[in-house]
């Protein structure tokens, strides 16, 4: 491992790997939402079995997320998310060359390992490296590695020639993360390692202590259900949008990737840019409230909406306020609980996130619209619109950005006057 003498461009390099780590996993997901027509043509699955192998990335983390945040809490982020890497390189190479249904859903399970090791230890990492005053702002960058995977692997892949050829494309982007971690990666800065070296107790990295401590703290049960209800909402729009564009609006593949495309690029502006907004309102609630409202009009009218610029407009603007609502949920581990708790609130939290995204979609959505088709793309899509809704009215729930939730100053910076948990 390479240490670099300026610790600005090591802290750079580390938001690079932690962000790439994440868009492994989104970008492989989101390929088969780019080609969900010819990946179904090409294996002969039913929609059904496309909607399993498109969920399978995340339904592992929902057994091992909180777990590895235990294990990171207790060992550090470093060796953790190396074997992580190692196994996605391996799964994107063995995904090139898998035929049936059980090959490409262990594939494409084990291809989102760095996905949910980096969104469970994000935050604790970031934190290693940023100021409490920047760290909400680093998260948010770190954020949008999902709606730029989103966008990259829905609207680029249905141009490349082949389904193996966009394999092939994703084994090599783990391979670059792999070797990347294993020459830069480090979980925090020799600054902040001496300084929380010197505050540690003696109760300091006792996993039952830390466990019992987010387990009975509200705002991590009322945040895991925030998490989950709002993935619950974003995971069906994001895999079958294309298909209901094209099925119900006449669209072609390409059509209809270019439209999505806007709600995914809107999400990474929005992530960075609404902290930016809150900051300087002083409010969290309000906005929570509008694009609550926003996100889920654009996911029940979106696909409605004229074809062209006005349906571009309208799934950006959707995406701008869904994207804030996403990155929001992984910046409250670390703010709530400091660094030493991170991990372990992390995968908490990871933990329902992923059970919005898989378990929802396979076993809820689609029972519920009866079935995955056309004709139930809408009431999908209404399903979708309720799931955001009761995720706003979560983050609602949740105290006021403005107000100091902590106590733990090596987390935040904070007067006692409002300035505690900065977005």
Known sequence: ?????????????????????????????????????????????????YAAIYSSSQFIGIFFAFVSGILSDKIGTRK??????????????????????????????????????????RAKILGGWFPPATIALAVGIATTTTPVANTLGVG??????????????????????????????????????????????????????VLVDVLKSPWAWVCCGAAMFCMAAQVPVMAFSTA????????????????????????????????????????????I???????????????????????????????????YLLAIIFTYPVMIFGREKAATAGGLVQTFVLIGASVFLTNVTIPLAGGASPETFPTIFLIATVFVVVGGILLFVLPDQGKKLVKNKAAVEGDGEGKGITA
């Open 1 to 49: 491992m390479f240490t670099l003498k300026n610790s600005k461009m090591q802290a750079a390099i580390v938001l690079i790997l932690v962000w790439l780590g994440v868009f492994i996993a989104s970008y492989a997901q989101n390929q088969l939402a780019g080609m969900s027509t010819q990946f179904m043509e090409h294996y002969g699955f039913s929609a059904e079995q």
């Open 80 to 121: 953790i998310v190396l074997i992580a890497a190692a196994m996605v390189f391996i799964a994107a190479v063995c995904r090139i060359f898998a035929f049936s249904f059980e090959a490409q859903y262990i594939s494409n399970m084990f291809c989102g390992f760095t996905g949910m090791f980096m969104a469970v230890n």
């Open 156 to 209: 680029l892949t249905s141009l490349m020639p082949s389904v193996e050829f966009a394999f092939v494309v994703t084994a090599v982007i783990a391979a670059v993360f792999f070797f990347g971690w294993l020459l830069f990666g480090k979980e925090r800065s020799d600054e902040i390692a001496a300084a929380e070296d010197a505050a540690k107790t003696e109760d300091s990295g006792k996993v039952l202590k």
């Open 244 to 287: 209901a564009l094209q099925a119900l609006r006449g669209m072609s593949p390409v059509e209809s990737g270019a439209m999505i495309t806007a709600l995914t690029i809107g999400m990474g502006v929005g992530s960075v840019v609404s902290p930016i907004i809150v900051r300087a309102i002083k409010k969290f609630r309000p906005i």
């Open 289 to 323: 409230v509008v694009y609550t409202v926003i996100t889920a009009l654009v996911i029940y009218f979106g696909w409605q909406m004229p074809a062209g610029p006005i349906m571009y407009g309208v799934y950006f603007c959707g995406g701008f306020c869904l994207g």
